[in-house]
């Protein structure tokens, strides 16, 4: 990665930092910038890890859990396991996100690495269902919870983190490499279960060989622990603590709410449109292009995996680019293509030819990297240092949970309702418009120091 900027090193209760001369601005460390970045983007790559192994091992997990002898069954139960873990993030991010604005940001994000870790390892762990019956189903959902319920605090303090050491005029470059890590994870999950797959034998792979992905977690959690463990609070929770002289009054989750319910509204129309064009591509139309369009399944998993590697290579010249014309300009156009680009995309997917299929997929690709590079430096910035990480976890989660993970099953719904098959590119454009309202009510942040915070500038 680049070098960069970063706060100096400072403890949790010392005041940040100041550069000579101006003792209303904190100077920021390049090295210290890039362990914090390092650390934040991990955790987010081991969670998408999770979702691209999860996903593409479907079909293995409802045989060992749920052995019902019925596909569609035992699918639609590892799904449904699958999807428990959306119910219980809105309330992860009440818990750990006012804790994040009372205790600070570093230990909460050791904590839900710790809880992700665990969830994840243990699911490797599980007796299957033939070992102990019922019981394996039960513990595989009461996994998924944990993971959920840490996920719940893992995004919005990782963003917060990244943008509170970042200095001012290289926040978006930074905030990138938090997709960064989300696509790596996920291209490493999907990409090992191939493998897999392609090595071992269906017996083996049902007996044991599932259990190897998620076993990986744990190695992986450790080596994020570590990291964050080095780190020291940011400058601006720092700076924040020192100015309340004593331990900061706790803020009632109520004023996180009502008192920033404009942002709040920002925030969740503009989570919106991001994770509904996210979980779409990533998540819904590897199952369009096999289910709706009998797409050949290793092709379409191929397709996706390029598609997301070509979205890493242009990721962090994204957020650069966000530094130079800011967030809103990125995200309209971002939200613009899709009004527009949409329905012309899915009609080239649905010709079928992997020519066409790769050409739709990649505009799709691109025009979500407007998203992925600007979101992680542009939804803290709506949010002052006080309640940033309390508010914007309830916003995004609440955000996520209602229309991001219920994506792929609305998208579903729809086609079957009304038979149409472009339902998909009608609900990206459906969420583009609202995406739009929002990037328009919304202020520009690039090159600015965040909200209660003093300006930043590397050193």
């Known amino acids: 990665m680049p070098t960069a900027t970063v706060v100096t090193s400072q403890s949790p209760t010392s005041p940040a930092p100041l550069s000579q001369g101006a003792p209303d601005v904190t100077t920021v460390d390049p090295a210290l910038v890039k362990r914090a970045v390092k650390a934040a983007a991990l955790g987010n790559a081991m969670e998408w890890f999770d979702f691209g192994v999860y996903s593409y091992i479907a079909v293995t997990l409802g045989k060992v859990f749920f052995p019902s002898g019925n596909p569609t069954t035992q699918l639609l139960s590892t799904f449904g396991a699958f999807a428990a873990a959306f119910l219980v993030r809105p309330l992860g991010g009440m818990v750990f996100g006012p804790l994040g604005d009372r205790v600070g940001r570093q ?65 978006g470059f930074f905030g990138s490499w938090l997709e960064f890590g989300t ?33 990986i977690a744990g190695p992986m959690g450790i ?78 998993l191929l397709v996706v995996l390029g598609v997301m590697a070509l979205m890493m290579v242009v990721q962090p010249f994204a957020g650069a680019l966000t530094d ?8 309209a156009a971002g939200c613009a293509g899709f009004l527009l680009l949409s329905v012309p995309a899915l009609l080239l997917i649905r010709q079928g030819s992997l020519l066409a299929v790769a050409l739709g997929m990649g505009a799709l690709g691109l025009l979500l990297v407007c998203f992925t590079a600007a979101m992680p430096s542009a939804l803290p910035a709506l949010f002052p240092t006080r309640v940033r990480y309390g508010s914007l976890s309830i916003g995004f989660n609440v955000s996520v949970s209602l229309f991001g993970g219920t994506t792929p099953l609305v998208v579903t719904a729809l086609i079957g309702a009304t038979g149409n098959m472009m339902m998909p590119a009608y609900y990206m454009m459906a969420a583009a418009v609202i995406g739009g309202a929002a990037v328009w009510f919304m202020t520009e942040s690039a090159g600015r120091p965040l909200p209660g915070s003093a300006p930043a500038v590397e050193r």
Not at 228 to 238: Q, V
Not at 278 to 294: A, I, K, N
Not at 324 to 331: E, Q, S, T
């Open 324 to 331: 130079r014309v800011g967030r809103r300009p990125v995200i």
């Open 107 to 171: 230990k909460v994000l050791a904590v839900t690495m710790i809880m992700m870790a665990a969830g994840t390892f243990a699911i490797g762990l599980i007796p299957s269902y033939a070992t102990i019956g019922v019981g394996a189903p039960i513990l595989l959902l009461a996994a998924r919870l944990v993971q959920g319920f840490s996920t719940g605090g893992e995004y919005a303090g990782a963003s917060t983190f990244i943008a509170e050491y970042a200095p001012d005029k290289r926040r």
């Open 223 to 300: 080596i994020g622990l570590y990291l964050r463990m080095r780190l020291e609070e940011t400058p601006a929770f720092a700076a924040e603590v020192e100015k309340a002289e004593a331990d900061r009054p706790k803020v009632p989750l109520r004023e996180m709410i009502t008192g920033q319910w404009r942002a709040l509204l920002l925030c969740v129309g503009l989570v919106l449109v991001f994770n509904v064009t996210d979980y779409m591509l990533l998540s819904y139309m590897p199952s369009y292009l096999t289910g709706e369009l009998r797409y050949d399944e290793t092709h379409g």
């Open 183 to 215: 696509l790596a994870g996920y291209i490493g999950g999907a990409g090992l279960v191939t493998l897999m797959t392609a090595l071992l034998s269906s017996a083996d792979l049902q007996s044991w060989g599932w259990r190897i992905p998620f076993l």
